[in-house]
Nanobody, 120 residues
Framework: QVQLVESGGGLVQAGGSLRLSCAASGLTLSSYVIGWFRQAPGKEREFVGSINWSGRSTSYAESVKGRFTISRDNAKNTVYLQMNNLKLEDTAVYYC?????????????WGQGTQVIVSS
């Protein structure tokens, strides 16, 4: 069974930090691109960032660039999203997803999400 499980969400004040984890089972992350997405109530899902598990390539949405960092731990089969200087607009459910190279995110695997709430 392939599973992606997010963890690390919670309540944090604006300007604070959180680290989200995406733990994979049933697949080897070295074969997948891992992406982070988020969705706020009443809004569409949006791309946050991604990392190529087989390399050092990362990409980020402009809204989080310079504040969020995606990293990997191959031995633990886990991808992290370090979130610094959080803003109110970062409040959302955060999801991780895995896809093969050149595939669509919709065709890949998705976790159940973890809630991040940023307060003033």
């Amino acid at each position: 069974q392939v599973q992606l499980v997010e963890s690390g969400g919670g309540l944090v004040q604006a300007g604070g930090s959180l680290r989200l984890s995406c733990a994979a089972s049933g697949l080897t992350l070295s074969s997948y691109v891992i992406g982070w997405f988020r969705q706020a109530p009443g809004k569409e899902r949006e791309f946050v960032g991604s990392i190529n598990w087989s390399g050092r390539s990362t990409s980020y949405a402009e809204s989080v660039k310079g504040r969020f960092t995606i990293s990997r731990d191959n031995a633990k089969n886990t991808v992290y999203l370090q979130m610094n200087n959080l803003k109110l607009e970062d409040t959302a459910v955060y999801y991780c997803a895995g896809r093969l190279w050149s595939a669509l995110w919709e065709s890949g695997y998705w976790g159940q999400g973890t809630q991040v709430i940023v307060s003033s």
